[in-house]
């Protein structure tokens, strides 16, 4: 069973006010390793809010809960974010950051990605 939310599950999900997320990847940053992802939800006035989320990886074993990890950038520790009043243009702007649609998850799987990510990286002897 996949994890990844169909188009139509994305968009039934964003349009009953679930968030989703998707990892974008790591990147190096001054030899740091620095973990990107994308958060999609809805505010009190049901605005469609995209955050661009960045924390340093850590590396503490154990813990892959990547909302625990230090934030990249401490003036936006939520990421920096916009909002939409249609779903669709979220998503657009999702994509414009560097997102697919087909690779969007429930809240909450995103640590389970990185874990995924990570796990792959260490086997190719990258991580």
């Excluded at 909450?108 to 990510?117: A, K, N, P, Q, T």
Aim: hydrophobic content about 35%; charged content about 35%.
């Amino acid at each position: 069973m996949t994890r990844y939310l169909t188009e139509s599950n994305l968009m039934a999900a964003l349009r009953r006010g679930a968030p989703v997320e998707q990892l974008l990847g790591v990147r190096l940053d001054e030899g740091d390793c620095v973990l990107s992802w994308i958060e999609i939800d809805t505010d009190r006035q049901g605005r469609y809010v995209v955050s661009e989320r960045q924390v340093f990886d850590d590396e503490i074993e154990g813990l892959c809960d990547v909302r625990e990890y230090e934030p990249f950038d401490p003036d936006h520790p939520y990421g920096r974010c916009r909002e939409f009043d249609a779903a669709q243009d979220a998503l657009e702007h999702a994509v414009s950051l560097g997102a697919s649609l087909h690779r969007f998850v429930n809240s909450g799987l995103i640590s389970e990605e990185y874990r995924d990510l990570r796990d792959s990286l260490r086997a190719e002897g990258k991580g």
